[in-house]
């Protein structure tokens, strides 16, 4: 069973930057798909981002392009978001999930094609 933990999360105004992390337990973390989702009040969890087992593939939702950067270091069984120009639209809980055996990049977002969900990190942006 791999356990994922995110953090960074916090209340930041429009414009501002954050970090998300998410740490992950066991020894197979640098051959999953990790992908980050969120989920607003009253919404459906949506994707975020998402990046291959490497990192020789990222994956970004229209909506955070240019602003979201996705990243993961496997050394530390850690992937990142780094978030800037932060908007009030953003708000949300974040989670970050890993995927066992991804299917393509068309997959990616999907939520239900991944296998572990860490407990997610609120993020408030204030206008």
């Known amino acids: 069973q791999v356990q994922l933990v995110e953090s960074g999360g916090g209340l930041v105004q429009a414009g501002g930057s954050l970090r998300l992390s998410c740490v992950a337990s066991?020894?197979?973390?640098?051959?999953?798909?990790m992908g980050w989702f969120r989920q607003a009040p009253g919404k459906e969890r949506e994707f975020v981002a998402a990046i291959t087992w490497n990192g020789g593939g990222t994956y970004y939702a229209d909506s955070v392009k240019g602003r979201f950067t996705i990243s993961r270091d496997n050394a530390k069984n850690t992937v990142y978001l780094q978030m800037s120009n932060l908007k009030p639209e953003d708000t949300a809980v974040y989670y970050c999930a890993a995927d066992r055996f991804p299917m393509g990049s068309a997959s990616y977002v999907n939520a239900r094609l991944y296998d572990y969900w860490g407990q997610g990190t609120q993020v408030t942006v204030s206008s």
């Open positions: 066991g020894p197979t973390f640098s051959s999953y798909l």
